[in-house]
Structure formats: structure tokens, C-alpha cells
């Protein structure tokens, strides 16, 4: 067993995006910073990799918008050569009959005239709408770089928290009467009960309601799918609120350009070092234990791993409070969500729009996922039988914007799907997801989701290449994604904001001194936002 000679003033659990953000902020003020990555390569879910010889792609997260701009300013990520372009448009819906789509993107006016073709109601409502949406978006966006309120035994925990709370009641302040009952309806009402009050067509209802699935293993009628829509409409792409984007060299573009800021502020970047546990000694955490029984010590340590993973594996139930350890063992995972990247011949011919030539809506996000009710019925599917008989799938084919990625004249895409459970049953499935040589769900659940795709797109099949499979257990294999949950928890109302992971912790701090969260499982959640490592920097420099 090795020690390290000298502590450093923090180590960080996971190379991931937001473990690279936190190390990039404390280096800045002159903190002695080491990064540990479990994995052979930095970037965690956002990581670029070949997946088949000369195809390249975006392994797990897939698409750009949430990337805060202040992260990427301070980093000085596109003086780092990252490059991130638009889609053409946001979204190409074909429908079920395959005889006839939805487009959004391109602008209002040319988001009516599409909506228009089914319900001129509809289109005519629209603007009301995404007005409705930007009013709170607008509120919510400015609590997304502050420190939740801690909620203690007596109320708010310190004269910190009492003014955090304050700042934030204010900030609601600024809604009318209006917006606040809208507030209210979207942290708590069903994505679609939402939009059966505003739409009557199906189409529009179903490309707006994709968002309140992403990552939510759930029905977009169940209760609090409001807010996972919500969640998605945060973004912005070059300055551009709503937009959606690619970064040129796929998602380990993001993740790289961030590791050069790090390297260049002489944060210690290490791969292929697995942490095994905290070390504690007298309540007080002070360096981490590898799994070769080699030990960092620290005067902090910050993990960017999704809470369960650090309070179920890497510290002594003994440590921490009898209820936090509750909490923590009832901290809700799992996104139901399956990655696939495949690797193709030709571009998908749509039967709604034909045509293997390179048109527009190969370079939106394609969603195959013609309504609520098909959204509803692929999550009962995958409560009843482990994974959905009719998938709801995105496909992005990053290729058409970016030739880095394949073969000239091939394309790669991009498979987001859900609804898949994160573990199957057991008497079923006794190996799970990964089953034997002669049944397995990773395999079957993959064929089903190239079946969904082909009956929009009768060659796509044909066309693959090759394919990369991600399980919810692949998922949580290869990057650490407790349950396979891309948000290290799920957006839920009892795990946001003052809640995240647990009342009382929402401040970056958890029971043990010197040991912080900075990871997705922590305020404003999930995706690649780079938030919770500002966020948490801000907190562990302000008790330096």
C-alpha cells in the first residue's frame, strides 16, 4: 500500500464534466487539486469513443443545450478549439401512419404553419404557450448558479440559509398571479394534463411531451412530469434559449477542452484509478482509499458520483446518521433509459419523407414517438415485460453536421430510448440484462428498438453497420450510473432544489465534514450543465 506524500487540498472522485468544472474553479484560487477517474479516459457519460472502425460517437449523453455559458466562458472552453453548431431545426416528428410529419424549429411562424396542418387552434395557442414557459423558465433560470436553503431540524439551518431563502422568494416574486398558478401546475401537475389543457392535436402534444420522458422513467401522465419538461427547456446553444446542438468531435469535445483548462491551472488529472472508499478518521473525511489499497489524503474530498454510489459503497453505514443512511438507501434511481450508437450504410429513408440524400431533418432530433398514449403504453411495457414492445426512441445522426465522426459517405446516429426497466425480474431474468448465450434481453431489447426505427424507415435496417449496446446495466457498469440514471437521481419534487439529494445536504455539504457532492445528483440536476461543480466550488472555497 502507497501514500501520498503530501495531501493535497482536495481530490476529486470522478473525471466526469462536473468534476472537471469544481477542480477547474478551486485550481483558480490557487487550491493543489487531483482528479481520479475510474475509467481509461476523462469525461465520464460525456466521452467520445470508436465504436467500430472509422465510426466514432458521442457514447452516452448525445446532444448539447444545457452547458451553461458562464462555465464555458470561465473555462475558456472555445479557446480549447470546443465548436458547438445548431441543429437545422429542433424536431422531426413522423407519425404513425407514416404518411405525414411535424417539424418544430425554424422559427415561430414556421412552427405554426406545421402545427397549423392539424389544428389551427393549436398553432393559433402556441405563442401563449412557449410565453407561459419562458415567463417561469425566466425565474427558474436564476436559481440555477445559488446554493439551495438548507432546511434543518429548526427551520433553515443558519443565517445563510434564512437569506438564500429570501433571495429565492424573491425571485418567485418577480411571477404575477398567473404565473405563479403556472409555476405551480408545472412542478406538479402530468406533462400531459399540461398539455391536454392547452393542445388538442396529437402532434403537437407528443413532440412537446418527448421532453417530459428524457431520462424519466415513468408515463408522461404521471404526476410531476411537468417539471422533467421543464427541466429541458433551460438550454441554450450560442446564445440561442431553447436551442439544441452538436459539439464538432462529439460530447468528449466538451470534456477534453475542459481538461486542458484543468491542466493548465495544474489540476493533477488521473485515469484508471478507482476509488474504494472515503478515508474518515475522527468524523472527518481526509483522503480517499484506491482499490489497489493505496491511499490520497486530502484536506477535502468532492465526489462527482451519484449520491447513492457514494453513501452505499465508498462510506461506512457507521458514519453517517441512522436517517440520512434511510434517505440514502430510498434515494430514487434509475431513468429507464437504453443507449444504442449504430453505424450506417445510408441515411434513413422516412416513409413520411423519402429520400436517402442528406435533407434537414436528418440533422434534427428525431422523435419516433407519434403520442402521449404511445409514450404511456411503452412505460407500461416496461413495467410489465422489462422493456417496451414499441420503444420511444430519439435518433440524432451527428455525421450529417460533423464529418469527423464517419466513413465519407456513412453516418453515424445516435439511439436514445426509453422505456426500459432498470433491473428485470429476476425470476425471469435471473442474470438481468446481461442474460446467457441463448437469451439475452440487452440483445432482444436492441432488435426491437432497429424494428421500431425501420417501420419509420423501411432501410434502416438494412443499413447498420454495426451497433454499440448500453443497457440500464451497461450503463451503470461503464459509468457508474446507479441504476442506469443519466441524472443521478430522478427529477422529482421530494429530490430538487432544497431536497437534492436530501433536506438538509442541498448545499453541496453532507454529514461528514470535508466531504461534498458536486455531481448531477446535487442542485439544478442532470444533464450536461457543468452547474453542480460551479456550484460546489463556490461552497467549498467560501469554507476555505
Keep these: 500500500m502507497t501514500t501520498s506524500l503530501q495531501p493535497y487540498d482536495a481530490v476529486i472522485i470522478g473525471g466526469g464534466h462536473n468534476g472537471l468544472v469544481c477542480a477547474c474553479y478551486l485550481a483558480a484560487r490557487g487550491l493543489k487539486v487531483r482528479v481520479l477517474e475510474r475509467r481509461h479516459v476523462l469525461g465520464g457519460a460525456a466521452v467520445t469513443e470508436e465504436f467500430h472502425p472509422g465510426f466514432r460517437n458521442s457514447t452516452a449523453s448525445y ?17 480549447h478549439g470546443l465548436r458547438i453548431v445548431e441543429r437545422p431545426f429542433s424536431n422531426f416528428l413522423p407519425l404513425q401512419d407514416g404518411s405525414s410529419f411535424l417539424k418544430l424549429g425554424g422559427g415561430l411562424e414556421a412552427t405554426q404553419r406545421e402545427v397549423a396542418k392539424f389544428s ?9 404557450y412557449y ?14 448558479q445559488k446554493t439551495p436553503p438548507n432546511i434543518g431540524d429548526k427551520g433553515f439551518a443558519t443565517f445563510v440559509d434564512w437569506a438564500r431563502a429570501f433571495s429565492t422568494s424573491r425571485q418567485f416574486g418577480k411571477l404575477d398571479l398567473p404565473g405563479k398558478r403556472d409555476l405551480l401546475a408545472l412542478f406538479t401537475q402530468s406533462a400531459g394534463d399540461l398539455l391536454d389543457q392547452w393542445f388538442e392535436s396529437e402532434p403537437i402534444k407528443a413532440a412537446l411531451g418527448f421532453d417530459s420522458i428524457v431520462g424519466h422513467y415513468a408515463s408522461p401522465y404521471t404526476p410531476g412530469s411537468a417539471y422533467v419538461l421543464l427541466h429541458h427547456v433551460f438550454g441554450e446553444v450560442n446564445g440561442k434559449s431553447g436551442t439544441w446542438g452538436h459539439a464538432i468531435g462529439g460530447m468528449g469535445a466538451i470534456t477534453q477542452a475542459m481538461a486542458k483548462e484543468a491542466l493548465a491551472r495544474g489540476v493533477e488529472l488521473s485515469v484508471n484509478q478507482p476509488v474504494l472508499q472515503v478515508l474518515i478518521k475522527q468524523d472527518k473525511a481526509v483522503g480517499v482509499v484506491l482499490e489497489d489499497g493505496s491511499e490520497i489524503h486530502a484536506k477535502q474530498v468532492i465526489a462527482n458520483v451519484n449520491p447513492k454510489l457514494l453513501f452505499g459503497r465508498m462510506v461506512a453505514a457507521e458514519r453517517l446518521p441512522d436517517d440520512f443512511n434511510q434517505r440514502m438507501q430510498n434515494y430514487r434511481c434509475g431513468s429507464g433509459t437504453f443507449r444504442m450508437n449504430v453505424a450506417l450504410s445510408e441515411l434513413p429513408d ?3 419523407l423519402p429520400g436517402t440524400h442528406q435533407q434537414a431533418h436528418h440533422g434534427a432530433g428525431i422523435v419516433l414517438a407519434p403520442s402521449l398514449a404511445y409514450m404511456e403504453q411503452a412505460y407500461f411495457d416496461a413495467r410489465q415485460y422489462g422493456w417496451s414492445l414499441r420503444p420511444v426512441v430519439e435518433m440524432l445522426i451527428p455525421s450529417t453536421v460533423d464529418d469527423s465522426l464517419a466513413p465519407q459517405g456513412q453516418h453515424v446516429a445516435s439511439l436514445f430510448c426509453q422505456q426500459f426497466a432498470p433491473h428485470l425480474d429476476a425470476t425471469r431474468f435471473p442474470q438481468g440484462w446481461a442474460g446467457n448465450a441463448d437469451l439475452s434481453p440487452r440483445e432482444a431489447a436492441a432488435d426491437t428498438i432497429i424494428e421500431t426505427v425501420t417501420r419509420f424507415a423501411p432501410n434502416f435496417q438494412a443499413s447498420v453497420i454495426a451497433r454499440q449496446i448500453h443497457s440500464p446495466e451497461d450503463l451503470e457498469t461503464k459509468f457508474g450510473l446507479v441504476d ?14 432544497s431536497a437534492r439529494p436530501v433536506l438538509g445536504h442541498a448545499d453541496y455539504r453532507t454529514p461528514v465534514r470535508n466531504l461534498y457532492l458536486c455531481g448531477s445528483g446535487t442542485h439544478p440536476g442532470g444533464g450536461v450543465t457543468g452547474l453542480p461543480g460551479q456550484n460546489a466550488a463556490r461552497e467549498i472555497l467560501r469554507d476555505n
Design 120 to 128: 389551427p387552434r393549436d398553432a393559433e395557442r402556441l405563442p401563449a
Design 484 to 497: 442506469g440514471d443519466i441524472f443521478h437521481g430522478k427529477l422529482s419534487l421530494d429530490q430538487l432544489f
Design 131 to 144: 410565453a407561459m414557459l419562458d415567463r417561469v423558465v425566466a425565474v427558474l433560470r436564476s436559481l440555477l
Design 350 to 352: 422516412f416513409v413520411a
Design 63 to 79: 446532444t448539447v443545450s444545457l452547458l451553461h455559458p458562464s462555465v464555458i466562458r470561465d473555462l475558456k472552453l472555445y479557446e
